[in-house]
């Protein structure tokens, strides 16, 4: 695979994806704020869900449901507002986290601190400025 995790194109995200990229599997799965659209080519990781694109019907109605599911948004109406799905992400509780862990299996869920209403309970995996990531399983 060609490595595109350019420091330019990941922005604040390209120290923690060099870190993940060097310290996790490659078949580890993440949880991640929906707008950190570069996150999965700059890591190398999959991700649970993002506001990426979409390529099928069946895809984009689990699209949709992911996304409820890690906002805690009853419906998505109207044009889409990323700071009220980004608040709602970062509304998690540590019980939402091992809910949604128990049903999408993911190895690793990463916060931005700016959003950050807690710290949760569970071990951290990276720690910098702008961006926590704790292990999950």
Do not use: M
């Not at 060609?2 to 390209?14: A, I, K, Q, T, W």
């Not at 608040?87 to 190895?107: A, N, V």
């Amino acid at each position: 695979l060609v490595d595109v995790s350019e420091e330019s194109s990941c922005s604040f995200l390209y120290k923690p994806a060099q870190f993940i990229k060097q310290n996790s599997k490659e078949d580890s799965l993440f949880l991640i704020p929906l707008d950190w659209d570069v996150f999965r080519l700059c890591a190398n990781r999959a991700v649970v869900v993002d506001l990426g694109t979409v390529f099928t019907d069946k895809a984009i109605v689990e699209w949709h449901d992911r996304i409820l599911d890690v906002t805690k948004q009853k419906e998505l109406t109207g044009p889409r507002d990323e700071l009220q799905l980004k608040i709602g992400y970062h509304s998690l509780t540590d019980e939402d986290i091992r809910l949604l862990q128990k049903k999408y299996k993911f190895d690793y869920a990463a916060f931005e601190k700016e959003f950050l209403a807690k710290n949760y309970r569970f071990p951290v995996f990276y720690d910098d400025e702008n961006i926590v990531v704790y292990k999950t399983n």
